[in-house]
C-alpha cells in the first residue's frame, strides 16, 4: 500500500513517495491563484524533504505557471533567449515544437546528466517543468538523488574530493550540444561575456536542510580544479556512475498537465530519448534563481 503523509495541522496536502530514496507525489496544493504563506511553506517543507515534487494532471496555463514559480523565488530569463516564450519570457520552452514566434530548445543526441543553471556564478534553486504536450511514449525525465549519494561514498573517496572544485562552463556546454547537433548556433560572444566560466565546488552542502551533494554536471565541467586532465575526466566519470545507479534514480514518465517540481541542490537530473519524427514534445520550464552554493565543510 502506499504511504501518505501529511503535514500540518488542517492542511490538506499530502505526499505519497515514488522514488527509491526521494520523490514524492503531492496532493492538495493549488498552482491556481492565491497560496496561503503557510501551505507555500509546507510545500518548501516537502520539496526540501523529497527534492522532487509531482503535482499530477494539472491545467496550467503560462501566466499560472509563472505567478506560481515566482512564489518560490526570483525568475531567471534563460540564455536562449529564443526559446522562451514570447508572452513570457520566464518560461524556456524545451521540445520540438515551434510556433508563436517561439522555437523550443531540442537537442537529437542523449542528454547527459545535469543541474540547471549550474554555469551561472549564482545557480538555480529549483526547476518547475511542465508538460504542455507529451508524446506517447520516451521523453521521460530521470531525476538522480545526487543527496543519497554522497552519503553512499566510501569515507575514503569523500575525504579526497571534499573540497574539490570544478569549473562549469556554458561553451563547454554548447560545445558539447554542437558534437550532437552539429547545426546548432556558436554562442554568441555577448552571452559567453554574460556567462564566463565559474568554479564551483564539487560537494556542495544545501543551505536549507544542511545536506550535502554531489554537484557534477559532465556536460557542463571543463575541468576539476588542481587535476590533471585524464584524472579529472576520471573522476567525473566515477562519480557520475555512482550517482546515477538505478538505486538513486527516479524515473518521470509524463502525463499532460504534470507539473515536476526539483531542487536543484540536491538532484540532478536527464531526459530520455523520443521519436521527435513521429511525435511532438513541448515542456515549459521556470526555473528559480538562488543563493551561491555554499562550501563543504
Known amino acids: 500500500m502506499d504511504q501518505v503523509s501529511s503535514i500540518g495541522g488542517n492542511t490538506t496536502l499530502a505526499a505519497r513517495p515514488v522514488g527509491p530514496t526521494f520523490g514524492a507525489e503531492v496532493e492538495g496544493m493549488p498552482i491556481h491563484g492565491d497560496v496561503s504563506p503557510e501551505l507555500l511553506t509546507q510545500f518548501i517543507a516537502l520539496l526540501h524533504r523529497y527534492r522532487v515534487l509531482i503535482v499530477p494532471e494539472i491545467a496550467v496555463d503560462p501566466a499560472d505557471l509563472v505567478a506560481f514559480s515566482a512564489r518560490l523565488g ?3 530569463i534563460h540564455s536562449r533567449f529564443d526559446s522562451t516564450l514570447p508572452a513570457h519570457r520566464e518560461i524556456f520552452c524545451v521540445g520540438n515544437v515551434e510556433r508563436d514566434g517561439m522555437k523550443a530548445s531540442f537537442n537529437r543526441g542523449v542528454e547527459q546528466w545535469h543541474a540547471d543553471s549550474s554555469y551561472r556564478a549564482v545557480s538555480s ?10 508524446p506517447p511514449e520516451g521523453g521521460d525525465t530521470l531525476f538522480a538523488d545526487a543527496t543519497a549519494a554522497w552519503r553512499s561514498l566510501d569515507a ?3 575525504k579526497r574530493i571534499d573540497g574539490l572544485r570544478a569549473v562549469h562552463s556554458l561553451d563547454t556546454l554548447r560545445a558539447w550540444g554542437r558534437r550532437h ?3 546548432q548556433k556558436q554562442t554568441p560572444p555577448s552571452v559567453s561575456s554574460a556567462f564566463p566560466p565559474i568554479s564551483q565546488p564539487l560537494v556542495r552542502v544545501h543551505p536549507a536542510t544542511g545536506a550535502k551533494s554531489l554537484y557534477v554536471c559532465p556536460a557542463v565541467i571543463s575541468h576539476i580544479e588542481g587535476l590533471e586532465p585524464a584524472e579529472s575526466a576520471d573522476l567525473i566519470e566515477a562519480l557520475i556512475m555512482h550517482a546515477t545507479q538505478a538505486r538513486f534514480v527516479y524515473c518521470h514518465r509524463w502525463r499532460k498537465g504534470d507539473l515536476v517540481i526539483w531542487d536543484n ?7 530520455s530519448l523520443f521519436d521527435h519524427t513521429r511525435y511532438e514534445r513541448l515542456m515549459y520550464r521556470t526555473t528559480v534563481a538562488g543563493n551561491a552554493p555554499l562550501l563543504s565543510d
Open 125 to 134: 534553486d529549483a526547476s518547475l517543468f511542465y508538460g504542455e504536450i507529451v
Open 265 to 271: 541542490r540536491a538532484v540532478l537530473h536527464t531526459a
Open 74 to 76: 526570483p525568475l531567471e
Open 181 to 183: 547537433n552539429p547545426e
Open 156 to 158: 575514503d573517496l569523500k
